[in-house]
């Protein structure tokens, strides 16, 4: 019989709107994590995001929206 072996932890990362300077109006956020990153566009967030979600696998991207409900996922 095969032993079960301990599940990878998911990490998560949200993409969410930020408020404050302009130049800074997204950030990158890793659920449990107090470490932020901060982006010009949404754009740039979600490529930063799912970098990092490719290099931590498995994770997945949460995008919310500017009222600050998630509106999409993508499992990386």
């Known amino acids: 019989m095969k032993r079960a072996t301990p599940s990878t932890t998911r990490r998560t ?3 969410l ?3 404050g300077d302009a130049a800074h109006c997204w950030e990158v ?3 449990g ?3 932020h990153n901060y982006y010009g ?3 740039e967030a979600i490529a930063a995001a799912r970098e ?3 290099a931590h696998h498995p994770a997945k991207v949460v995008l919310h929206g500017r009222d600050g409900f998630a509106y999409r996922e993508f499992d990386c």
């Open 41 to 43: 566009t949404e754009r």
């Open 13 to 15: 990362y949200d993409v």
């Open 52 to 54: 990092l979600a490719h």
């Open 33 to 35: 994590s107090r470490e």
């Open 29 to 31: 956020h890793q659920y």
């Open 17 to 19: 709107p930020h408020e």
